[in-house]
């Protein structure tokens, strides 16, 4: 372990106890003060159940930060190699806040049967812990990556074997500010000549084989000279960021995670569709009674439309309900116009002037109107908010295995590729923003999703 990541990983905790403290503080100090911010006006009405400062101290900013401490531990933010660049680390301290924030709120409901004695300084706590740790901790790995490009702390690396390193790696290792690529040896004696009086950090195999003796040599060399040692998992070299290190017995193997929607993610995702969902179909309510109306007068019965689409796992499809924005027959129209499928590039059936659909379909599509009753099928959990596009059985026929990963996870009514240009992307352009979202998704990259969705419906960007 570098000494640098040492100080910088053990700085992060007194950095977030500081955040943490200061800013309990300063929201206790402004709702006391009741600070007008129009002279004349009062905005807030003047606190009546506030503790004293002793008291809030040693009953809220003591705990509070401690608390806070233990959340960011459980969510990894003080492992000592930085892996992850300062914006990354800042949306995982925003996740801390909001769990700091819900463990407190649930304290004081189930176990004190009291409410908080101010919501107001609850908020003002979680807005400003949420800006101080973030600042602090980008502010921390800011200044790390600006000493590693100085040459401070960076790792120093072989790589090893009868394999030379492929040209990707070589250029990873020299672009990468953390790593300086010293070159390669095939053998512990070439190792031992080249590098024996060097400081080497870290040794990468890139063909190890556990019957041989080699292998075993270079370990045994790595473990007395105290390096490292690493080694590619060919079988899962396109597949980087789900890889996890397990044990049988005390025998280690690597694993394969095809997404982090696993576990509590899966739970997580779940309760935010459920929550979201509901709230999106009552607040949407009076538009879904337009367009029931509008499809009722200018094309008739019936109302919605049911296209069956692959679901996850592509086990068995899934009713996905929308506004009928087409004829009654346009099924059965499909093969007659089969010819003017725009999208060659894929198994995707695509025409820009669909002549099939309404004139009150064309609108509904237009805003992406006819999408909204696939929030019933979140409700009922057969579609996610976010996530890959579900598309046609004999469309699915036609993926290759590489394009058949998007089905790792629960389809969704709206994803990456929906706000990086829709339709106007290229089928295999689509596949790769779908198994990005899948390998790194989070809870707030679906909060981006949505947010980026609303700009890109307005602008009608990619829309038929």
Same mark, same amino acid.
């Given at each position: 372990?570098?000494?640098?990541?040492?100080?910088?990983?053990?700085?992060? +905790?007194?950095?977030?106890?500081? &955040?943490?403290?200061?800013?309990?503080?300063?929201?206790?100090?402004?709702?006391?003060?009741?600070?007008?911010?129009?002279? /004349?006006?009062?905005?807030?009405?003047?606190?009546?159940? *506030?503790?004293?400062? %002793?008291?809030?101290?040693?009953?809220?900013?003591?705990?509070? !930060?401690?608390?806070?401490?233990? #959340? &960011?531990?459980?969510?990894?933010?003080?492992?000592?190699?930085? !892996?992850?660049?300062?914006?990354?680390?800042?949306?995982?301290?925003?996740?801390?806040?909001?769990?700091?924030?819900?463990?407190?709120?649930?304290?004081?409901?189930? @176990?004190?049967?009291?409410?908080?004695?101010?919501?107001? @300084?609850?908020?003002?706590?979680?807005?400003?812990?949420?800006?101080?740790?973030?600042?602090?901790?980008?502010?921390?790995?800011?200044?790390?990556?600006?000493? *590693?490009?100085? /040459?401070?702390?960076?790792?120093?690396? @072989?790589?090893?074997?009868?394999?030379?390193?492929?040209?990707?790696?070589?250029?990873?290792? %020299?672009?990468?500010?953390?790593?300086?690529?010293?070159?390669? @040896?095939? !053998?512990?004696?070439?190792?031992?000549?080249?590098?024996?009086?060097?400081?080497?950090?870290?040794?990468? %195999?890139?063909?190890?084989?556990? !019957?041989? $003796?080699? $292998?075993?040599?270079?370990?045994?060399?790595?473990?007395?000279?105290?390096?490292?040692?690493?080694?590619?998992?060919?079988?899962?070299?396109?597949?980087?960021?789900?890889?996890?290190?397990?044990? +049988? /017995?005390?025998?280690?193997?690597?694993?394969?995670?095809?997404?982090?929607?696993? /576990?509590?993610?899966?739970?997580?995702?779940?309760?935010?569709?459920?929550?979201?969902?509901?709230?999106?179909? *009552?607040?949407?309510?009076? +538009?879904?009674?337009?367009?029931?109306?509008?499809?009722?007068?200018?094309?008739?019965?019936?109302?919605?439309?049911?296209?069956?689409?692959?679901?996850?796992?592509?086990?068995?499809?899934?009713?996905?309900?929308?506004?009928?924005?087409?004829?009654?027959?346009?099924?059965?129209?499909?093969?007659?116009?089969?010819?003017?499928?725009?999208?060659?590039?894929?198994?995707?059936?695509?025409? %820009?002037?669909?002549?099939?659909?309404?004139?009150?379909?064309?609108?509904?599509?237009?805003?992406?109107?006819?999408?909204?009753?696939?929030?019933?099928?979140?409700?009922?959990?057969?579609?996610?908010?976010?996530?890959?596009?579900?598309?046609?059985?004999?469309?699915?026929?036609?993926?290759?295995?590489?394009?058949?990963?998007?089905?790792?996870?629960?389809?969704?009514?709206?994803?990456?590729?929906?706000?990086?240009?829709?339709?106007?992307?290229?089928?295999?352009?689509? +596949?790769?923003?779908?198994?990005?979202?899948?390998?790194?998704?989070?809870?707030?990259?679906?909060? =981006?999703?949505? =947010?980026?969705?609303?700009? #890109?419906?307005?602008?009608?960007?990619?829309?038929?």
């Amino acid at each position: 372990m570098k000494r640098i990541e040492l100080l910088f990983g053990f700085l992060r +905790v007194p950095a977030d106890a500081l &955040a943490a403290s200061c800013a309990m503080l300063l929201s206790f100090l402004l709702r006391e003060r009741s600070i007008d911010l129009i002279p /004349g006006v009062q905005l807030l009405e003047p606190p009546l159940s *506030l503790p004293s400062l %002793h008291s809030y101290i040693w009953t809220m900013v003591v705990p509070g !930060t401690i608390l806070f401490l233990g #959340v &960011a531990a459980l969510l990894g933010l003080y492992a000592f190699r930085v !892996t992850s660049g300062a914006w990354r680390e800042v949306g995982v301290v925003c996740e801390a806040s909001l769990l700091w924030l819900v463990l407190i709120i649930g304290w004081y409901f189930l @176990v004190r049967k009291e409410l908080f004695f101010s919501r107001i @300084v609850l908020l003002q706590s979680i807005f400003f812990l949420t800006v101080f740790a973030g600042f602090g901790r980008g502010v921390l790995t800011l200044m790390h990556r600006a000493m *590693l490009r100085r /040459g401070i702390g960076i790792r120093r690396v @072989v790589s090893f074997g009868s394999l030379a390193p492929t040209d990707y790696l070589v250029h990873t290792l %020299h672009t990468d500010v953390r790593y300086r690529y010293m070159g390669h @040896v095939r !053998t512990v004696a070439e190792l031992h000549l080249r590098y024996g009086e060097e400081d080497v950090d870290l040794v990468l %195999h890139t063909d190890p084989n556990p !019957t041989n $003796t080699e $292998t075993h040599t270079l370990i045994d060399e790595c473990r007395s000279r105290h390096i490292d040692y690493a080694y590619l998992p060919p079988v899962f070299a396109d597949a980087p960021h789900q890889l996890l290190v397990e044990h +049988v /017995g005390l025998m280690p193997i690597v694993r394969f995670r095809p997404t982090p929607l696993d /576990g509590w993610g899966r739970i997580g995702k779940r309760m935010f569709d459920f929550l979201f969902g509901i709230a999106l179909l *009552l607040l949407l309510l009076p +538009v879904f009674l337009v367009c029931i109306l509008l499809v009722l007068l200018f094309s008739g019965w019936p109302i919605f439309y049911i296209s069956w689409r692959v679901g996850e796992g592509a086990k068995k499809a899934i009713p996905v309900l929308k506004f009928r924005s087409m004829v009654t027959d346009a099924d059965t129209q499909k093969k007659a116009i089969a010819s003017m499928n725009e999208r060659s590039d894929g198994p995707l059936f695509k025409v %820009h002037n669909d002549p099939r659909v309404t004139s009150v379909g064309r609108f509904l599509r237009r805003w992406s109107l006819d999408e909204l009753p696939q929030l019933c099928n979140v409700f009922l959990g057969q579609l996610s908010l976010v996530g890959p596009r579900p598309h046609l059985p004999e469309e699915v026929h036609r993926y290759t295995t590489y394009q058949r990963r998007v089905f790792a996870v629960k389809p969704g009514i709206t994803g990456f590729a929906q706000i990086s240009g829709r339709s106007d992307l290229s089928f295999e352009e689509e +596949v790769r923003l779908d198994l990005q979202y899948i390998e790194e998704w989070s809870l707030l990259s679906d909060l =981006w999703i949505l =947010w980026r969705t609303i700009f #890109v419906v307005l602008g009608r960007k990619g829309a038929d």
